[in-house]
Every structure is written in C-alpha cells, then in structure tokens.
C-alpha cells in the first residue's frame, strides 16, 4: 500500500509540476511545467529534494492537505500564503513536519500568486512525453491530466521525515522583484507602428482576472498594428508578448499553445519570466526594453543563483514552541501580530 | 522546385525571440516549396546536434530555434545555418503518405450540409473533392498531433466561422478558408467547418513507441468510409492500433 498525500480541499488550482516538456513542441505539446522555476528549486532546497523534482504548484487560494499513515516534511516558496497547521499558523518559506493525521491548510495568497508546496522525497508519478507536469488542456500529467480534486491521493516517493535540520528563506530572498519588466523587442516587432510600439513601453497595463497557466492578459492603452493583424502561424516561448486585433497585450506562459498566428511585439527576457508567475490580477506592469548583452548575463546570473540556491537558506533551531514563527511575526511583521491571535 | 518561386528567400531572415530563441524565416506565405526548405533546414541543423539548441519547431515558413543562452549564442546558431544554407534534401529520402478513413457527415461532421449549401452542391460531391485531393502537413500545432495540411482543392475554401466553437468534437476532420486539418483525439475550440471524423488517433501518450502519426513534410489522402465502420475501427484504434495506412515514397 502506498503513503499518499490526500486532498481534502484542492484550492484555487493546484497541480503537480516539474520543469515541464522539452522537445514535444513540434508535435503540438505545450512545454508546461512550473510556472516560477526558483520557487521549485528553493521549495525542494529546503526539503532536501533535488532542485527539479516535481512538486505542487498553488494558485492564489491554496488546498487542505494531510497524509493519515506518515511523517512528512514540506516547504513552501514562491508567493507569500497563509498556512496553518491543525489550525495554528505556521510561517511559510520554511520547513514544517506534518504528523500523521494532521491537516495541512494553505490559505490564500498575501503577496504574489503561485508558490509551490514541495514534500520530502517527492512524489511517484509516471512521467508522460518526459515530464509529470500538468497541461490541463490536453490532460497530460498529474494524476488524470488535471488539476487535483478532493479526494485525489498522491503517492509518495519516500515519505517519513529526512535527517537534516529545519530550513528558511532567508527574508533578503523573500522579497518579490520590482521594477518594469525587461523584454527584447521581436520577433515581429515590424508588424506595429512606431507610435504602437511607444505606447507599449510608455504605457502601464493591468493584469486582468482572466490571465491563466496559458497567458497574462493585459489591459491598457492599445498598442497599434502598422497593417495586417495576423501572421503566418508561427512557434511561441514562454514570454512571447503577443498584440491579437484589440491591441490589448497578451503574454504567453507555461501553458500556452505551440503555435500562434498575432504578431509578437517583443519578448520577456528568460531573467524576469519567474515574476510573470506573481502577477496579481489588477497589478500594473510596465514594459523596458534591454540589450540582448545584459539579458543574457541576467539569465547566467539566474542559473547561477538557482545553482547556489542552498546559499539563499537559513538553518533554524526548533526545539521548544515559540520558535521563528513567533520571532519573525514579533520582529518583522509587527503590524500583522492581531491577525493570527 | 526547379523552377525559382518568388516566395523562397535567397537568405533567412533571423528574427529574434527572446534571449533563448531564434525564429528563422525562411519564406513567404504558406506555400509547399517554403515549408519544404524548413523541413530540410530542420532536419539538417538537427543533424548537426549542437550542444545547448533545446529544441527545433518547425511550422509553415519558419523554424523557432530554442536554445540555451548560457551555452551557445544566437549569433552562433545564425552562423550555423548560413554555413547550412540552402538546405538540401537528402537524395533518396523516404517521404510517408497517409491514408486517412473518414466518416463524413451526420453526427461525425456537423457543416457538411451546410457547407454543401453554401457552395450550392451536394455533400457528395464534396465528399468527393475532399478525398481526392492530396495534402501536405504543413506543420503539427496548436494542440498535441494537431495536423495543418495544404493542398484543399479551391472550390472547398470558405472562410472560417465569425465565431469559433467553443467545442468540437476529438479526432474532426475539418477545412478553413484555404486549409484542411485532422485533429486528435480532444475536444478543442474552432472556427473551421467540421466535414467528418477519422477514427485515426493521431495522437495518443498511451502509444509510447509512437504517440504521434504525423509530421511537416508528410503527404495524407482522405477515404471515406460508413459509420458502421467507423465504429469498428474507432474500438481498433482504442486498443493502440495504428489504423492509418502509411506508405513509404522514395523521392
């Protein structure tokens, strides 16, 4: 009999993911896979899990979660999510034990909007096309190419608790990045008038509420077509800023189809596509247009920082009961205290 | 492709697309001597295997070139393929020509009569136009094994729907404007007109050595076949039988 993760509750929309598919795109298969790819590796960092190992991607309102025949150890990272334990609230960013039989209840999202839920040892699931990640809309992956429902049971790989010490985030590593986010213009920037392409960077867009795993989409000022709408369909990436006939900018992301026919007015740079993961409905961005010299050291610097991610995590000592949780709440987040009293 | 066609570039076109992908446009329009340059350009930048290019997509008239930035440069890859160009097709390659049941019509194909209508003929004549023709798959996208083909003989091209269904049925056989499709086994939005359905899986994860049929360059023909035998074939293809015909052309 296998020790399975139960779900009580499934949240918003919680799936099961990994890097994503590689190589599939010519034969229609979108790459999906974590949408903020430094949540995955510092969840699993602080767990213990090699960096890529698949883990649960959470969504604004997070899933009731428990495990009736073991010890497990999980961690979360990425967006900042209410979690409770039993009830009692617990800080995320940080490694917690889950006994057997209690309820693990990530609440909704405070700062940012997915974070990944990763469990020590990971989970057993049979990659499809090379990958366990979940695209809902060819229902590839997962338990049934889905989102998890109540009731779904997830097998665990190696349940029980690692020997190792109790991990956080360090706080300087907690803070979302801010700023305009940095694309190269193309691949079919010619296809926009230059006026089109001045009210795309002088612009600020909000981020709609019908944005999902395939695409952000904007609202804003429109951005103007110099002729023709459509294009020969072509290949997109994550990040691809596609202008459709309304002028509204959508970006494409994890889940996104493999082909489109709008024209793309510039793409987000590899650097920034983990932040494209947080934004919130109703948030503002802005668009700056980078050399591809910087943009390409800013993605070495990325690989660099994923690559030392156990150098962003802080030991923790858990011995009695008020511990970092009671600390970080009196000394950092003072104005938050009566929410959890 | 002896004589020159206008729509073929003396050279690609490079278009950027991010810091980890190329577009390479090697054409105009959608045409089968442009998409044929891509499938040479694929296959033979494929061959040279280069450490850190991710993946290759290739689609009408361009090939996305995705790679790691860390490892090889976009002006690398640029150098590659002019060293490569033109692409040539390999002499005595094998090119693969399907054949394809449909059940056209009914509940299958929901716009037969009406596209007969609209074109003022009978279903079976274009029935008969349909399966006639032979098509190339242009590129697979949009959805996994979803086949784009040209070659739609020009009394059947008619606009594509104002508005797109939001459902149509897995495994349709259906025609917009200039081109024709075969879509997988999944429900998905479309605005094309829904002529059949093919009990054909062109896609199917459980078929491990082979989950997807078709691939740009492949030449496919249409045969129609009855309900009934539809129904039949559609349990065969359930069971991870491969029940298109696939000849091997050497060209």
Redesign the interface.
């Known amino acids: 009999m296998s020790v399975d993760l139960e779900i009580i509750e499934p949240g918003l929309s919680t799936t099961l993911q990994d890097l994503g598919r590689r190589g599939f795109q010519r034969f229609g298969i979108s790459a999906s896979g974590v949408m903020d790819p430094i949540a995955l590796a510092t969840a699993n960092a602080l767990v213990g899990n090699k960096l890529e190992t698949a883990a649960l991607e959470i969504t604004l309102a997070g899933p009731t979660l428990t495990c009736t025949s073991a010890e497990i150890r999980f961690a979360l990272a990425g967006a900042d999510f209410a979690v409770a334990i039993d009830g009692r609230p617990v800080s995320s960013h940080e490694t917690h034990d889950l006994k057997a039989g209690q309820r693990l209840s990530i609440g909704t999202a405070r700062d940012g909007t997915r974070a990944v839920l990763a469990v020590s040892g990971g989970f057993q699931s049979a990659p499809i096309l090379g990958s366990v990640s979940t695209h809902s809309r060819s229902q590839l992956g997962g338990l049934d190419g889905g989102p998890l429902r109540a009731g779904d049971r997830l097998p665990l790989a190696a349940p029980g608790l690692p020997a190792r010490p109790h991990l956080m985030v360090s706080p300087a590593h907690r803070r979302r990045a801010q700023g305009a986010v940095r694309v190269l213009l193309g691949p079919q920037d010619d296809a926009f008038s230059a006026e089109g392409i001045a009210t795309f960077f002088a612009s600020d867009y909000t981020v709609t509420a019908l944005s999902d795993r395939m695409g952000c989409r904007l609202e804003g000022p429109r951005v103007q077509h110099a002729g023709a709408v459509g294009i020969v369909s072509d290949g997109t990436v994550f990040g691809s800023i596609q202008i459709p006939g309304n002028g509204q900018p959508i970006i494409l992301l994890a889940d996104r189809q493999t082909t489109g026919g709008y024209p793309k007015i510039a793409t987000v740079i590899s650097a920034d596509l983990p932040r494209l993961a947080q934004l919130r409905p109703g948030e503002r961005v802005r668009f700056q247009a980078v050399e591809e010299d910087v943009a390409v050291q800013l993605a070495r610097d990325m690989r660099e920082r994923i690559r030392r991610i156990d150098a962003s995590l802080v030991e923790i000592q858990r011995t009695a009961a008020p511990t970092s949780d009671h600390l970080l709440a009196c000394n950092l987040i003072g104005g938050v205290i009566s929410a959890f009293d | 492709m002896s004589m020159a066609n206008d729509a073929l570039y003396a050279v690609p076109r490079f278009?950027?697309?991010?810091?980890?992908?190329l577009?390479v446009e090697v054409g105009d329009?959608?045409d089968a001597d442009v998409n044929a340059r891509v499938v040479d350009l694929d296959r033979a930048l494929a061959e040279r295997a280069l450490p850190g290019i991710?993946?290759?997509?290739?689609?009408?008239?361009?090939?996305?070139v995705?790679f790691d930035?860390?490892m090889l440069?976009?002006r690398d890859i640029e150098a590659e393929i002019m060293a490569l160009w033109p692409p040539v097709a390999p002499i005595g390659q094998v090119r693969r020509r399907w054949t394809v049941p449909v059940a056209y019509g009914g509940d299958n194909g929901m716009d037969l009569d009406w596209l007969a209508r609209r074109l003022d003929t009978t279903t079976d004549e274009i029935v008969a136009r349909h399966s006639a023709a032979e098509y190339r798959v242009y590129?697979?996208?949009?959805?996994?094994?979803?086949a784009?083909l040209g070659g739609l003989d020009p009394a059947l091209h008619v606009d594509r729907r104002p508005e797109p269904r939001l459902v149509t049925p897995p495994c349709s056989v259906s025609v917009g404007g200039q081109q024709a499709a075969v879509a997988?086994p999944?429900a998905s939005p479309s605005g094309w007109h829904m002529l059949g359905r093919t009990p054909v899986r062109s896609?199917d994860?459980r078929r491990t050595h082979e989950?997807?049929l078709f691939?740009?360059g492949d030449l496919l023909r249409f045969h129609p076949i009855a309900a009934a035998e539809f129904a039949a074939l559609e349990r065969a293809a359930e069971t991870g039988a491969i029940i298109a015909e696939r000849e091997e052309l050497t060209v």
């Open positions: 278009r950027r697309s991010g810091d980890a992908a577009t329009g959608i991710v993946e290759i997509v290739p689609t009408y008239r361009t090939l996305l995705c930035p860390v440069s976009r590129m697979i996208g949009f959805m996994p094994g979803f784009y997988p999944l896609y994860p989950p997807f691939r740009a």
